[in-house]
């Protein structure tokens, strides 16, 4: 699930998290943490706890191998303590190495692979990090309730010329993928069945999926649920014209328009 809220227990050892699915028992400790790390929808609740009861906070990302590693880091330096950070150098040293080796087949196979994907708020960045650690590249994100912070993000990840889209039409995305000449299309769960008429590959980021993308471990899966995607062999055989009918592949637009 995805985390939009991470938090540190420190008298305990112990890590906390909220999700959107979130239950009274996961939030009723939040004030005992001694670090807490936040996406933009739980920034409000991170800035109320600092107030009240002395938290620091940080806004973060378990999305993508750079951003995990650089969550560590931010725990370890607003907690202050030498030691911890030192362990956690150790700790990110060996977790990007087994990561790396578990990513680099995943990397060949989608090495050149195109992506557009559209979801909002920091996932509208978060994601594009974790498919370029993927070594994926991304043609266009979405940008719904992304804020001008988010965007800026955006620019830095994919440069001046990122091409962002606040339009959610479903048709007009579609289009976009074909005139970017994606590979695969990345987005919330109600984007599934129309991406399935255009005959177009498909990665589920809804926030109820039942697949967890976060941490070093996340990312690998991430990297394998791309490559079932991209190369199932359905895709070309929905997509290609019998022997008998005349003229070439026929484009998404025409799968759109016909409602297949």
Known sequence: MPVDCAGFYGNKNLGNRVAGDARFRDLQGMHR???????????????GIRERWGTPFFEGSFYGLADTSQALRDFASVLGDPDLTARTETLIAREEAATEAALAPYRRRLAGKRLLTFSGGFKSWSVIS??????????ATGTEKSTEEDKARIYALMGPDARLIDDNDQTALLQAFERYDADILAAGDRYIYPALKARVPFLD????????YAGYAGIVEFARQVVVSVESPVWAKMRARPRWAAGGKPSVSAAIGAGA
Not at 130 to 139: E, K, L, N, P, T
Not at 205 to 212: E, M, Q, T
């Open 33 to 47: 943490t001694e670090a807490s790390m936040c996406s933009k929808a739980m920034l409000s609740v991170a800035r």
């Open 130 to 139: 974790a498919m370029q650690d993927v070594g994926m590249s991304v043609v």
């Open 205 to 212: 980021l809804d926030h109820v999926r039942d697949i967890g």
